[in-house]
């Protein structure tokens, strides 16, 4: 600066200068202010919608599949998570130098992957890999290839295999249900995802949740009336004799008389949930419920309780048979002349003729309505889907020949569930209950149990039905040592499409155990036995004693047939209860 | 005239302090929100391994499986003939 004498020397600036750069300003505070108002008015909207693309994000909250359990919690339907890989082609081919890695994690030869990528690099989304173990898919990505990213999807896993597989039934890959309970109990199994706002920071973490929040709809569990022990007891038994006997098929129904709760229904042929691409379609029936046959001999027991019931009938009655009679045009046989017959031989030697003078005593009005009252032709209850009512005509169709094959169950057709209900009835001193596979939920829709017998009818019954079983019967191979077991045999040719076929047959067993106070009901049925012998007191018997020996020892009922095996102990040894 | 200025002043005061407190809490809630997205988590992660755990779980307990090594490693046999002791309890 220079105060001296050339202060005046210098010539004061121009004032136009100082005027042009105030106007210059005024003009930058026109254009920031215009700018301002642009950004924070005209624009706001958009530019609102611009920040909340960087940093809101919608993240979408998992609800898994409910399980399916047994009545001891145990899993027979588990979802676990799993990571399917998916990849965007294009970017992953730009790092060709990571591609042999990639390959190795994802189990594919280098070929076939960037065979892969290239066919589909115009497209935005490619699946690699679906449900991996999630170590598996961590180890996809730690090789950090460019354009691999990792979807959450759930596997359903089914720990009893074939053993339930019919009942419980199975998802699709998507998750929904496609047979069995899967399907039936589907909108009450699935989960609907829900999803969150929230605002994320530059890093990728959380950093605010937003008030806008659908909460996921988590999937309810299923709980069955099923023990999965006794169902994967009874799988095993039924395939071994499936096996055993060349049969086309078989199942085995358990039922607990005191509650109508099924305990297992198990049926061979099956297949394996856990491996969609061994399904055979044959063996994915549940046929307890779906497949109908012909009762046969299993009836008899209903028809004379029925009779005896009415008071028509008391047990110390005598019938005259001669081995056969006709009925029209029809003759009843029986494989040998029994003579002269009561109700216990009747059961005992499974007398047609004996029967069917019964029946032909009762009138077809009240043999029909003897089954009726005993739920053939009428639903169980079980919910199972696809479940069939069986057939049972009207009696106003029956003359005297439809009213005698009644007697000793042709003509007719139920189905196992429906079979077993019956018996059911008889071994719960009269009382006939609804079918039940679930528990809970729709338990009040349930029809309340009914009367169809008089207690003392049902327990006359049940010990008449001990004579099949005894070395007399003919049904000697289902007696269990150290129980009283009640049943009937029965064997039923199966009708085709030129009637009944003389070398197909089914071989049934329907039986009950302790007789003086039932633990359980099960019914035995094979499909066609193709060994020499096909009687239900042959082929089918000796399974259902196989099963119930190891149910009731499971369920630990205590022998009731005393002196055989039993004996009291003066003191407790570590054997406990 | 000061009175008026004293006002001016505390208000311009609590004013700062009070935005200086927004920010603050506001930086809080981050943290939290932060904090409690990793507790989901790990909570997504420990249903992974629940689930997990329960197939594992059944994977050992197959009949099929207890029954061979019941058999075969143990040499367990299914009693024919046997008596039930009534324990008096």
Do not use: C
Not at chain 1, 209 to 224: C, M, S, T, V, Y
Not at chain 1, 257 to 286: Q, W
Not at chain 2, 61 to 71: C, E, G, K, L, S
């Amino acid at each position: 600066m220079s105060r001296r004498s050339d202060n005046t020397k210098l010539t004061a600036p121009p004032r136009w200068r100082a005027h042009f750069v105030l106007g210059l300003f005024g003009v930058f505070a026109v254009v920031l202010a215009a700018r301002a108002f642009d950004l924070q008015v005209l624009d706001q909207a958009f530019l609102a919608k611009e920040g909340d693309k960087r940093h809101l994000r919608t993240v979408s909250v998992p609800a898994g599949r409910g399980v399916i359990k047994d009545r001891n919690g145990e899993p027979l339907a588990l979802s676990a998570p799993t990571e399917s890989v998916w990849a965007v082609p294009g970017a992953v081919l730009e790092a060709p130098e990571k591609l042999a890695l990639l390959a190795r994690q994802l189990n594919m030869s280098v070929a076939d992957l960037r065979k892969r990528l290239e066919n589909y690099k115009s497209r935005q989304f490619l699946y690699l890999r679906r449900q991996l173990a999630p170590a598996d898919a961590r180890a996809v990505m730690a090789v950090d290839a460019p354009g691999i990213f990792l979807q959450r999807e759930y596997k359903r896993y089914y720990p009893a295999g074939e053993a339930a597989a019919q009942i419980v039934g199975m998802t699709n890959i998507d998750g929904r249900g496609q047979e069995g309970l899967e399907l039936d109990r589907d909108a009450y199994l699935h989960g609907e995802p829900g999803s969150r706002r929230v605002v994320k920071d530059r890093v990728g973490r959380v950093v605010e949740d937003l008030a806008e929040f659908n909460p996921p709809q988590a999937g309810h569990d299923l709980r069955l009336t099923i023990d999965s022990r006794m169902q994967y007891l009874a799988y095993r038994h039924i395939k071994s004799a499936v096996i055993k006997n060349d049969a086309k098929g078989g199942m085995v129904v358990m039922l607990d008389p005191a509650t109508g709760e099924l305990r297992a229904v198990a049926s061979y042929p099956s297949f394996n949930p856990n491996d969609r691409g061994s399904i055979d379609a044959s063996g994915v029936r549940a046929r307890a419920a779906t497949d109908v046959m012909e009762p046969g001999s299993t009836v008899k027991p209903l028809l004379l309780s029925q009779a005896l019931d009415s008071g028509l009938y008391d047990t110390d009655d005598v019938i005259h048979t001669k081995g056969w009679f006709m009925v029209g045009r029809l003759t009843v046989k029986d494989f040998r002349n029994y003579g002269d017959v009561d109700f216990a031989k009747i059961l005992q030697k499974s007398s047609n003729v004996g029967a069917a003078h019964v029946g032909l005593e009762m009138g077809s009005e009240n043999v029909w309505k003897g089954y009726k009252e005993f739920g053939f032709g009428d639903i169980t209850g079980s919910g199972f889907p696809g479940e069939r009512f069986g057939v049972l005509n009207d009696f106003y169709e029956w003359n005297k020949v439809e009213t005698a094959t009644a007697s000793y169950g042709y003509g007719m057709a139920v189905t196992a569930f429906q079979l077993i209900r019956a018996y059911g009835a008889i071994a719960d001193d009269g009382m006939l209950r609804s079918l039940r596979l679930v528990q809970g939920d729709g338990a009040n829709m349930h029809s309340p149990p009914e009367r169809v017998l008089k207690p003392e009818t049902a327990r006359t019954m049940r010990h008449l039905l001990e004579g099949v079983v005894s070395p007399a019967g003919t049904a000697t191979r289902a007696a269990i040592p150290g129980y009283r077991v009640a049943g009937k045999t029965g064997t039923a040719r199966k009708a085709g499409s030129g009637g009944y076929n003389e070398n197909r047959h089914q071989a049934l067993f329907v039986g009950m155990a302790p007789a003086e106070k039932p633990a359980l009901v099960t019914l035995v049925m094979l499909d066609e036995p193709k060994k020499d012998a096909y009687y239900g007191g042959a082929v089918a018997a000796p399974v259902f004693a196989a099963v119930m020996r190891d149910a009731l020892r499971l369920l630990r009922v205590p022998p009731d047939n005393p002196g055989v095996l039993t004996a009291s102990a003066g003191e407790s040894s570590g054997t406990g209860t | 005239m000061t009175r008026q200025l004293l006002t001016i002043a505390t208000l311009s005061l609590a004013i700062l302090v009070s935005a200086v407190a927004v920010v603050q809490a506001k930086h809080k809630t981050r943290e939290m929100a932060h904090e409690l997205q990793l507790e989901r988590v790990e909570r997504d992660k420990l249903s992974t391994e629940w689930a997990q755990l329960q197939l594992e779980e059944s994977a050992w307990a197959n009949p099929d499986r207890v029954a061979q090594v019941a058999r075969r490693e143990l040499s367990m046999v299914q009693p024919r003939n046997y008596v039930v002791l009534e324990s008096q309890r």
